[in-house]
């Protein structure tokens, strides 16, 4: 049996927007949806946990300055604005509210979807 569970690497932007929320905590890898205003209204469970931030922290509020502070700059935040049509993965490390980690994120936006997402896996 072959398990087609989306990974990091293949999941697709058009996945994550018809995902239903459980299908998203599922994964093993965190995911924040920002709207173009860049307030955050996905964060599924995986992030979460790996996180330690409640959800009710993060939904709706302006991600890059209030949340993810370290990813305001730009390898993150200004790719989003620079680049229209984004599917990257870089090499991080997260800052805010915990001990340095390294991670990969991957950024993911097209110019004919609302939303921008951005993948954590540790």
Known sequence: ???????????QLSDLESMAPEDR???????????????ADIYNATEANMAG??????????????IGQCMNNFMVAQRFEDEPDLDDIVPFVLTLRMRPTRVRLRLLQARDTERRYILVER
């Open 1 to 11: 049996m072959v398990d087609n569970k989306p990974t990091f690497e293949t999941i």
């Open 25 to 39: 905590d599922a994964l093993e890898f965190g995911v924040i949806g920002l709207r173009p205003d860049t307030r």
């Open 53 to 66: 931030v409640d959800p009710a922290q993060v939904l709706g509020a302006p991600f890059f300055s209030t």
